[in-house]
């Protein structure tokens, strides 16, 4: 049977839905914005996402990777939200760009709720 998210948060399962968009993302060397991901997630606005990312953000860092979450951008900016923890986007981008994400197995969404709750203690 088919199940689909409600109204109730589900952020390790969200955050790993948004993994695979990004690395696909990467993939192709492509940025996206918060709106765009919002629309794919079926979100009614963009502003949602904080702590879906950081518990991606908190992943990538705790197991030396790039920071994926660096490829989602504010419309008019262009750039990252303030809480996204990268000091030099374009740099990151780069990296992020040449990781070989398809050889990884994508987190549970029990290893990303373990990565935040380490990362927010």
């Not at 993994?19 to 696909?24: D, F, S, V």
């Not at 997630?41 to 702590?51: C, R, T």
């Not at 979450?69 to 504010?74: A, S």
């Amino acid at each position: 049977m088919a199940l689909y998210y409600d109204d109730k948060p589900h952020r390790p399962e969200r955050a790993q839905q948004i993994w695979l968009i990004l690395i696909g993302k990467a993939a192709n060397k492509q940025l996206m914005t918060y709106k765009e991901l919002a629309e794919i997630l079926g979100y009614k606005g963009s502003g949602v996402f904080a702590d879906t990312l950081d518990h991606i953000a908190c992943y990538c860092i705790q197991n030396n990777l790039p920071g994926l979450t660096c490829l989602v951008v504010n419309e008019e900016t262009g750039v990252p939200g303030g809480g996204i923890p990268v000091a030099d986007p374009e740099a990151e981008r780069m990296k992020v760009f040449s990781n070989q994400w398809y050889k990884l197995f994508p987190p549970s969404p029990s290893e990303l709720k373990e990565a935040y709750d380490t990362c927010k203690r």
